[in-house]
């Protein structure tokens, strides 16, 4: 594959943020959406808009989903027929059946899928986990992820756990994915969920999910969606027996460990980046889709996370700590888990 012909599926706030991406990239894009919007979009970039999805998905090399998470496995499924590579915004599927089948449906087809699990490119998570990888804190015991911001309104089916999964599958999984992604498979997750629709300043909704993983850690997970002030928060909080490695990025303008001599380096800012996160991450996929190295999340990290966060879901319905089932997975061969 020569050209980085893109389909881009969708026309709300995650394909804006995607575009500039492809275009830095040199892609030939064509949107598509059902709601009226791919033809203001088009003409604001200096796109093509595709008259159908047949039509998008028949011309491109690579489709990229950035419709809602319920429409994700049919549109995928039609990619891979179509003979596309697909990168999907997270998560890939709002269950861990329909995850599968879109992994498996990409194998058989000898394609590559992969999710946008955006926040692997942060690049204090990508400290963190050099942090973790390198032992610079020893042996990890705990670790705390939290991650807050305004109840997403702009697109009414957020506010509907039967088409996004609610704060638990949407917003909760970007941490559960970075806890596998530093601590390894999660084998049990005690969780709850609150939601009120109806707060007097706008609808708000919570949920935590304690993880434990195969390797010991413990790690929890806290979610929040607040009313329309809300600020965008992330924060992590990892112990190890070499010291402790904190991030705030509203409180403090770097990353700090503290307690090891030998961790002890240069922060690393909570704003300009540098290089956008999604930028970087298109950038991965789009090297790999055209023969490179695979990027730094698969498939196979998808399907995992929307399994655990299906797991939490149903944790959080019972209000029982809840085995996280891996029956329905298989090992990948490496071209799929690329």
Same mark, same amino acid.
């Given at each position: 594959?020569?050209?980085?012909?893109?389909?881009?599926?969708?026309?709300?706030?995650?394909?804006?943020?995607?575009?500039?991406?492809?275009?830095?990239?040199?892609? /030939?894009?064509?949107?598509?959406?059902?709601?009226?919007?791919?033809?203001?979009?088009? #003409?604001?970039?200096?796109?093509?808009?595709?008259?159908?999805? #047949?039509?998008?998905?028949?011309?491109?090399?690579?489709?990229?989903?950035?419709?809602?998470?319920?429409?994700?496995?049919?549109?995928?499924?039609?990619?891979?027929?179509?003979?596309?590579?697909?990168?999907?915004?997270?998560?890939?599927?709002?269950?861990? !059946?329909?995850? !599968?089948?879109?992994?498996?449906?990409?194998?058989?087809? %000898?394609?590559?899928?992969? +999710?946008?699990?955006?926040? /692997?490119?942060? +690049?204090?998570? *990508?400290?963190?986990?050099?942090?973790?990888?390198?032992?610079?804190? %020893?042996?990890?015991?705990?670790?705390?992820? =939290?991650?807050? %911001?305004?109840?997403?309104?702009?697109?009414?089916?957020?506010? @509907?756990?039967?088409?996004?999964?609610?704060?638990?599958?949407? !917003?909760?999984?970007?941490?559960?994915?970075?806890?596998?992604?530093?601590?390894?498979?999660?084998?049990?997750?005690?969780?709850?969920?609150?939601?009120?629709?109806?707060?007097?300043?706008? +609808?708000?909704?919570?949920?935590?999910?304690?993880?434990?993983?195969?390797?010991?850690?413990?790690?929890?997970?806290?979610?929040?969606?607040?009313?329309?002030?809300?600020?965008?928060?992330?924060?992590?909080?990892?112990?190890? =027996?070499?010291?402790?490695?904190?991030?705030?990025?509203?409180?403090?303008?770097?990353?700090? *460990?503290?307690?090891?001599?030998?961790?002890?380096?240069?922060? *690393?800012?909570?704003?300009?980046?540098?290089? @956008?996160?999604?930028?970087? !991450?298109?950038?991965?996929?789009?090297?790999?889709?055209?023969?490179?190295?695979?990027?730094?999340?698969?498939?196979?990290?998808?399907?995992?996370?929307?399994?655990?966060?299906?797991?939490?879901?149903?944790?959080?319905? =019972?209000?029982?700590?809840?085995?996280?089932?891996?029956?329905?997975?298989?090992?990948?061969?490496?071209?799929?888990?690329?």
């Amino acid at each position: 594959m020569n050209r980085l012909d893109v389909a881009v599926i969708g026309a709300g706030f995650i394909a804006r943020t995607h575009i500039p991406a492809w275009i830095a990239l040199g892609a /030939r894009i064509r949107v598509f959406s059902t709601d009226g919007q791919a033809a203001p979009l088009a #003409e604001e970039f200096g796109l093509t808009e595709a008259a159908s999805l #047949e039509e998008a998905l028949g011309w491109a090399a690579i489709v990229d989903i950035c419709t809602p998470t319920t429409t994700h496995h049919d549109i995928a499924l039609a990619a891979f027929s179509a003979g596309a590579h697909v990168l999907c915004e997270k998560p890939l599927a709002l269950t861990p !059946q329909n995850a !599968q089948r879109m992994a498996d449906a990409a194998h058989r087809a %000898g394609r590559l899928l992969y +999710p946008g699990h955006v926040v /692997r490119f942060f +690049p204090a998570y *990508v400290r963190l986990r050099d942090a973790v990888t390198s032992g610079a804190l %020893g042996r990890v015991a705990v670790a705390r992820f =939290t991650r807050a %911001g305004r109840y997403p309104t702009w697109s009414e089916w957020f506010a @509907d756990p039967a088409l996004s999964g609610g704060i638990v599958t949407d !917003q909760m999984l970007h941490d559960i994915d970075i806890a596998r992604w530093l601590f390894g498979e999660v084998t049990r997750v005690h969780a709850t969920q609150r939601g009120n629709p109806t707060a007097p300043d706008g +609808p708000v909704a919570t949920g935590s999910a304690t993880l434990t993983h195969d390797s010991g850690v413990i790690s929890q997970v806290l979610g929040v969606w607040g009313p329309p002030a809300t600020p965008f928060r992330y924060t992590f909080h990892v112990a190890g =027996t070499h010291g402790t490695l904190t991030h705030d990025s509203l409180a403090h303008p770097s990353l700090r *460990v503290s307690g090891s001599p030998a961790a002890q380096g240069d922060g *690393v800012p909570t704003g300009g980046f540098g290089e @956008d996160p999604f930028a970087m !991450q298109i950038s991965e996929f789009a090297a790999a889709f055209q023969g490179g190295a695979p990027p730094r999340v698969s498939a196979h990290d998808g399907v995992a996370a929307v399994r655990i966060s299906a797991a939490a879901r149903r944790s959080a319905a =019972t209000g029982r700590a809840v085995a996280v089932d891996d029956t329905h997975s298989h090992p990948l061969t490496e071209e799929n888990h690329r």
